[in-house]
């Protein structure tokens, strides 16, 4: 089972891979999805499961929660107050839209994603992000 230190370490070691819609390949390009698919796979030799087409806007777009549905599949929800590095966040970028973006907390404060114009890096988790954060969950297994 990963430890929080080889959840962080696996995501920082997708840093600086390009932005791509809809793709899930280190170094070569991914999204936010992709981004946790990626370490996923990386983590537990596998990949979760395969993800329908969406289209880049599909957050404002989609009816129900797609993305949280997926992630309560695969991953253990822990609430947002009580994330700890190594977790993933979910945020809703609207009131009423479908959550629509994911990240992975990497400690207080800070986060790593994967963003439209510069591909995937380790962030402040600033108060544009920490009001919009609705869910958080952990790898399953996840050890201290």
Known sequence: M??????????RNW?????????A???IGCDC??????LYRDLYGRAAEPVPAYAADWGELAFGEPLLDG???????????RARPGDVLAFRWLPGRAI????????????IHAHRR?????????PAFSRRLEHAFAFPGTED
């Open 25 to 27: 390949l280190r170094g």
């Open 33 to 38: 999805i992709g981004l946790i698919l990626g």
């Open 2 to 11: 990963p430890s929080r230190a080889d959840i962080i370490a696996a995501a």
């Open 71 to 81: 992630l309560a599949r695969h991953l253990e929800p822990v609430g947002p107050e």
């Open 118 to 126: 510069h591909g995937v890096r380790e962030v402040a988790l600033v």
């Open 15 to 23: 840093c600086g891979t390009p932005f791509h819609h809809r793709a």
């Open 100 to 111: 629509a973006h994911v990240a992975v907390l990497t400690a207080p404060g800070r986060m």
